[in-house]
């Protein structure tokens, strides 16, 4: 016989038996055909805790395991097929040449997959399928009383009562062995033959007419009579078991028995006589006392039968409990696993609440961000700005309701490193101007370069509301009061404003011989004069 070449996978011990390892998972359980990559080597089954090789191929953790303990200088299988003549050192498998592939097995642990037991209807992940298996009530499982039959873990009890040969009774009677089931249906020939009345030969005494009398009018003389009987019969069980006379216990039942017998016929025959009839009680007495006695053995043996029930019964409850266990089991498993979901959802959610409180403090930075790039695009440095007012009307209508009567314009610079300030625009008048003029103030602010300014502000300031037909522009001018505080250097964000109260009248501003007002748009322009 040739012999075989080290590393061959076609030998008989390079491939375990048919129960030694847990292979991969088969295919027909996922959803959807898997991949390749998620395929072992050997088995060609989902792998079961992957492990890659040098070469990059994968196998069960099971299925490498026992081919490299049963097989020297092993050449992957996957190399083989690919290239046969390869030889190279990385294609070895050796216990040093594989490693535990995480990657993929966390791939492999959320595929979809289904049970494969017939009538199961359960649908999951990977990972979830052998606690599953575990617990399926259509799993076919072995017999735990070792009948070797193969049965659905929901039919267990059913089997252990109807069907396990290793579950059998004994009938108490006949000796014969057969299933629970049959035991409580079962009836033999010699409890048939015990239940037949007993016949006599005896010729019945008395008269039958006083005997059928005497049975109807002595009820409670019978029951006194069997009462006492069975109290007898106790007491004598309990004087054999004080006196340790655990052999000679049945004679003495049975002597006690024919004694209490014995007591019943002559009370009977008492009890005949008194009514005024002859001996013919004592033959029905004795044969009531027969009857009592083979009823009270049909008694043991009910009470024999119940007792395998009850032992049938405390096997079936003990492969219950072990099914509750598991179950238990598997609920402490399903509720850490909701306690563990469940702090990385309130995790997650406080993740969420953190960036949605950073998110709202970004709005409010950009927001700052664009009015401050806003405010730079409209500044100005050279002490010209030109303020473009927007929606006169409804600006107009504010002011007269007292809603919102003034507004100021963009600040603006009147040189580069010069004084900070704007315009106050009341639009109904302010001061000696109220309700007939438009009221145009001048206002110092508090600017970044105050401090190598000289104070207080003394520069001639102009105002012109443009006529944007260009015929006719309002002009206003005024030079500081020295020593008032508007022109002071600042010591709040802005200083009180100064300037012309009756700038334009409000009937001007409207007027269709000029065009102050077009567009429902105002154009205002206020220069500083720096070189006075």
């Known amino acids: 016989m040739a012999e075989r070449p080290p590393g061959d996978l076609d030998g008989v011990l390079s491939a375990p038996g048919e129960n030694e390892y847990p292979s991969g998972f088969p295919q027909n359980i996922c959803d959807d055909v898997p991949q390749d990559k998620y395929l072992c080597s050997n088995c060609n089954n989902v792998l079961n805790k992957a492990r890659q090789t040098k070469c990059g191929h994968r196998y069960c953790h099971a299925c490498v395991t026992w081919l490299v303990r049963n097989n020297k200088n092993l050449v992957c299988k996957r190399c083989k097929e690919e290239d046969s003549s390869l030889e190279n050192g990385n294609s070895i498998l050796t216990p040093d040449t594989f490693f535990n592939d995480a990657a993929i097995n966390k791939e492999i642990s959320e595929l979809k997959v289904h049970c494969a037991n017939q009538g199961c209807t359960w649908r ?27 049965v659905e873990r929901r039919k267990l009890a059913s089997h252990l009562v109807k069907g396990c040969p290793n579950n059998m009774s004994t009938c108490s009677s006949c000796s014969q062995a057969m299933s629970p089931a049959k035991l409580q249906k079962h009836t033999c020939q010699s409890q048939a033959r015990d239940q037949k009345p007993a016949k006599t030969d005896k010729k019945e005494k008395g008269n039958a007419e006083k ?128 306690q563990t979901s469940r702090e990385t959802i309130q995790e997650l959610e406080n993740q969420i609440t953190e960036h949605q409180r950073s998110m709202v403090i970004k709005d409010i930075l950009l927001n700052d961000l664009h009015q401050r790039i806003t405010a730079q695009e409209e500044i100005s440095y ?34 580069r490193y010069g004084f900070r300030v704007c315009m106050r625009l009341y639009l109904n008048g302010d001061g000696v101007g109220k309700g007939t003029h438009i009221s145009l ?62 700038f334009c009248p409000l009937g001007k501003l409207r007027s269709p011989r000029h065009g102050y007002c077009k567009d429902d748009t105002l154009f205002i322009k206020c220069v500083v004069d720096t070189t006075s």
């Open 211 to 338: 005997v059928k009398e005497h049975e109807v009018s002595s009820h409670v003389a019978h029951l006194q009579l069997l009462l006492q009987i069975i109290s007898n019969l106790q007491e004598s069980v309990l004087a054999s078991t004080r006196r340790g006379q655990e052999s000679q216990g049945p004679y003495g039942q049975i002597a006690a028995l024919g004694e209490a017998i014995a007591n019943l016929q002559m009370w009977g025959t008492t009890d005949v006589e008194a009514d005024g009839g002859n001996g013919g009680c004592n033959e029905a007495s004795l044969a009531q006392s027969l009857q009592d006695g083979q009823a009270t053995g049909l008694l043991v043996q009910r009470l024999e039968e119940l007792q395998e029930r009850v032992h049938i019964s405390e096997n079936i409850i003990t492969v219950l409990n072990r099914e509750v266990e598991k179950t238990q089991l598997g609920i402490a498993m399903l509720d850490q696993q909701n």
């Open 124 to 150: 999951g992940i990977l990972k979830n399928y052998e606690d599953h298996q575990c617990q399926c009530d259509f799993a076919l499982i072995p017999c735990n009383i070792g009948c070797g039959q193969m």
């Open 441 to 502: 103030f001048f206002v110092v602010m508090k600017g970044e370069y105050d401090a190598l300014l000289s104070w207080p502000f003394k520069h001639k300031v102009t105002f012109f509301l443009l006529d944007q037909n260009h015929k006719e522009h309002m002009i206003d001018a005024f030079r500081p009061d020295l020593s008032s505080s508007s022109f002071q250097r600042p010591v709040t964000e802005m200083n009180l404003a100064s300037g012309c109260p009756s």
């Open 382 to 415: 050279d002490g010209t700005f030109l303020w473009k007012v927007c929606n006169i009307s409804q600006k107009m209508r504010d002011a007269s309701t007292g809603r919102k009567s003034n507004h100021f314009s963009p600040a603006f610079y009147t040189s």
